[in-house]
């Protein structure tokens, strides 16, 4: 369960921000689909969501990261299929400690940043997805993950114009705090 620090409001992005975040989705998106090469089709393979503070519970909110991957042994929206196995990955955006770094820095826009942390997650989770990471790894595992995945996500965003990447791509590409991690150890019943 997360602490909250007394400094940090969880302020939920307003509908600007919220507009912010939709372009960052679909841009981010449209880069994943061509790197991995996964069809609209495939898309749907990748359990995942993407919600922002508004719509996150109590234990999917922390103050340490831009982020916290929750599995979940199934979808709350969907029924499964019985050949599938049902992974979910929730990536639950922290609107106040992305709202927080780009207070802090002047350089830092809100576009560029929630596009690199945006691809950045959808990076592991394709990875999770396909089994080039298991969730539960060890600590050293985990940390060289996060560098590959830091490499990756400069690699997918080093040719993308949108103003104020160069700045993020800088400030963060090896950023300790980007996420964590969290999930039961259950395995899906079908798995
Ligand atoms: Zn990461």
Redesign the pocket.
Known sequence: MSKKPENIERIPFNKEEIAVLRQSISISEELISDFYKISTSEWKRYRYDIQSLKDLLEEEIVDIAFAQVHRYAQSPHQRLRGSETGDFFKICLQDHMIRKAVQRDPHIELLPLTTYIVT??LI?VIRFAKFLQRFYSTPNEQEAE?GR??ALTYQLLKNCKIKGLPEVLLAFKDCRT??TFYGTREKASNE
């Open positions: 950045h997650e592991h996060e995945v830091h980007m996420e």
